[in-house]
C-alpha cells in the first residue's frame, strides 16, 4: 500500500532534514550565537607557536604538538576578539568556560581535546612569563580546565555518559 504525500509535506520533509545539524566544524556549530572566525587571535597564535614548541619539547607529553597546536587554532578562531586590548595571552574565564562548554555539548572529544590543549597553553604562558593577565583570572581559568579534565578522568574509569561533564558549574 502506497500513502499519498502532498506537495507541502513534501517540501517541509525537505526543509527539515536539511536544517538538522551538518557535519563540518564543530566549533561553529557548537557556538550558540553568531561568532566572527576571529584570524587575530591565530595571528597571535602563530607568532608565539615556535617559543610554544620549544617550550612543548623541555615539557614533554603524550599528545603530539601538531595535535595540541592544532586545536588551540581552531579553538582561537572562535574565542572572541573584542578590541585591541584583548589578547590570547590573558584569557577571560567566562569566555573560555562558554566556548568549551558548547563544544563539549557539541562533540566531547573535541571538547576534551581542547581544555587539555588550552591547559598546556596556558603553562606556557606562565612558564615563560607570557600571561598578561591579572593573577585571579589565572586562577579561574585554570580552575576551569582542571574541573573539565577531573570530570573528564572520573566519568570515563565510572562508566557514566560524558555529558555530565557539561552540568558542572566551573569553580573559581
Request: glycine share 6%.
Amino acid at each position: 500500500m502506497r500513502i499519498k504525500v502532498g506537495r507541502n509535506q513534501r517540501r517541509r520533509a525537505a526543509r527539515t532534514k536539511s536544517m538538522r545539524n551538518q557535519p563540518g566544524d564543530p566549533f561553529k556549530a557548537a557556538i550558540p550565537r553568531v561568532a566572527i572566525p576571529s584570524s587575530g587571535n591565530v595571528r597571535e597564535l602563530e607568532t608565539l607557536t615556535p617559543a610554544f614548541i620549544c617550550w612543548y619539547v623541555e615539557h614533554p607529553s603524550s599528545t603530539d604538538v601538531e595535535d595540541v597546536l592544532a586545536s588551540l587554532k581552531l579553538f582561537f578562531r572562535f574565542y572572541p576578539e573584542i578590541g585591541e586590548n584583548r589578547s590570547i595571552t590573558a584569557l577571560d574565564p567566562a569566555e573560555v568556560a562558554a566556548r568549551l562548554a558548547s563544544l563539549i555539548i557539541h562533540t566531547v572529544n573535541e571538547g576534551i581535546v581542547a581544555t587539555y590543549s588550552l591547559m598546556q597553553f596556558q603553562r606556557f604562558l606562565e612558564d615563560s612569563g607570557r600571561w598578561s593577565g591579572n593573577p585571579e583570572s589565572y586562577r579561574a581559568v585554570n580552575g576551569i580546565l582542571m574541573d573539565i579534565i577531573c570530570l573528564d578522568m572520573r566519568t570515563t574509569y565510572s562508566g557514566e555518559v560524558k555529558a555530565a561533564i557539561v552540568t558542572s558549574t566551573p569553580s573559581g
